[in-house]
T-cell receptor
């Protein structure tokens, strides 16, 4: 069966520091991959999605970037964190023309 | 443009009572519809989905949802709620193509009274 992992589970970072969040999927190949941010009381905001290695689409211009160096690995990065980057970050995968399945999330607090 | 509206931000029901969470969507074609549930600090879990066929869809944990095209609705129901159903519920609409993007509603938080 397929599983999706995110790490770290929780992260506290100072303003201006870099960020790297990782998401990996097991048990499938060539999935679509997604990064969402969930701010308190504001639902889910799609940040990036990828339909293949090296193919990244950005939904919202911002301080963040994404990369897909391997088929089942999706990385969310920032060179300099802002206070407004705090939130709950969710990775999801989709087996093509199907439902999205979510990881456990990473709680990011920028101080 | 596609959109999803969940008109109730919070709903409170007593344990054992029935539940209906409302969802309305705006979409130009036949939508693919989903309900997800999220417990505090957790990821989203798929409860059920509608792609085609029978408009009454059964999901996990005793939930069901009914697609009503004439009302552009996809309401979630459960005949008798349990304390463990307290969570946030998200309705979503999508068009299954190469990128499989989904538009989410802002969620309804369900509170259960003992």
């Amino acid at each position: 069966s397929q599983t999706i992992h995110q790490w770290p589970a929780t992260l506290v970072q100072p303003v201006g520091s870099p960020l790297s969040l990782e998401c990996t999927v097991e048990g499938t190949s060539n999935p679509n991959l997604y990064w969402y941010r969930q701010a308190a009381g504001r639902g889910l905001q799609l940040l990036f999605y990828s339909v293949g290695i090296g193919q990244i689409s950005s939904e919202v211009p911002q301080n963040l970037s994404a990369s897909r160096p391997q088929d089942r690995q999706f990385i969310l990065s920032s060179k300099k964190l802002l206070l407004s980057d705090s939130g709950f970050y969710l990775c999801a995968w989709s087996p093509r023309e199907e439902t999205q399945y979510f990881g456990p999330g990473t709680r990011l607090l920028v101080l | 443009a596609q959109s999803v509206t969940q008109p109730d931000i919070h709903i409170t029901v007593s344990e054992g009572a029935s539940l209906e969470l409302r969802c309305n969507y705006s979409y130009g074609a036949t939508p693919y519809l989903f309900w997800y549930v999220q417990s505090p600090g957790q990821g989203l879990q798929l409860l059920l989905k509608y792609f085609s066929g029978d408009t009454l869809v059964q999901g996990i944990k005793g939930f069901e949802a009914e697609f009503k095209r004439s009302q552009s609705s996809f309401n979630l129901r459960k005949p008798s709620v349990h304390w463990s159903d307290a969570a946030e519920y998200f309705c979503a609409v999508g068009m299954m193509n190469r990128d499989d993007k989904i538009i989410f509603g802002k969620g309804t938080r369900l509170h259960i009274l003992p």
